[in-house]
């Protein structure tokens, strides 16, 4: 992933804040819409949590089906090759939202943020293992749908990251220290570690809106 300097994550924020979010389909406004009934509506890192797990679960999705589509392409080593490519895009998406989750519970740990077990703990597993259903079917019967769906959720997250970095200035100043910024990158302040992970689901969004018009594989 592309890890900005200060300057170029101070015009991602203002980008994202200056470009109207995209027409959200069904499916993703459901889903939305169900976790600000869960979660409330305020921008709080325990949802950002939620939302990080269940980001990863199309990403897995992908991964699973295209390994099953790699199956049988021995005889057909370009196939193979681009499936491949595939599922490697898939891993490292996966892998990125997994530090932003790692990130956010760092953080909520340190805060000493109280959550509830039935509300964070098996609620969002419930959420996600539904979405990873919906996500795996869309892309067997047509992947667009499916990455549209993933572009859609990106996009909200975008949107949702540069929103909370404008609501806490003072972030601008608390610096950014992190078990894992050797892992994910080294910044100078927690509004810019926002500001880089919204920026992560930019680049996220912008894959699945490329692929959104691509043929299945072949
Ligand atoms: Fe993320
Ligand atoms: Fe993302």
Redo the contacts with the bound molecule.
């Keep these: 992933m592309g890890t900005l300097d200060r300057e170029g994550l101070r015009r991602a924020q203002q980008e994202t804040e200056g470009s109207p979010r995209r027409r959200y389909g069904v499916p993703a406004r459901i889903l939305f819409r169900l976790l600000d009934v869960f979660y409330g509506r305020p921008r709080t890192l325990s949802k950002f949590k939620v939302?990080?797990l269940i980001?990863r679960v199309p990403y897995q999705s992908w991964e699973q089906v295209a390994y099953v589509a790699i199956t049988h392409t021995y005889e057909r080593a370009g196939l193979a090759r681009r499936i491949y490519d595939r599922v490697q895009e898939s891993r490292a998406q996966q892998d990125?939202?997994q530090w932003?989750l790692l990130l956010l519970e760092e953080r909520i740990a340190r805060q000493e943020i109280r959550e509830g077990w039935l509300r964070f703990r098996v609620i969002p597993q419930v959420i996600a293992f539904a979405y990873y259903q919906v996500s795996w079917l869309f892309y067997v019967l047509c992947p667009a749908w499916s990455y549209r769906l993933n572009a859609d959720f990106e996009d909200h997250?975008e949107h949702e990251y540069m929103a909370l970095v404008a609501e806490h200035p003072e972030w601008d100043t608390e610096p950014f220290e992190s078990a894992f910024a050797a892992d994910y990158a080294e910044l100078d302040t927690v509004a810019d570690l926002f500001r880089q992970?919204g920026y992560?689901?930019r680049l996220?969004k912008q894959e699945s809106v490329a692929r959104m018009g691509e043929p299945r594989f072949r």
């Design positions: 939302l990080e980001a990125n939202e932003h997250a992970i992560d689901e996220h």
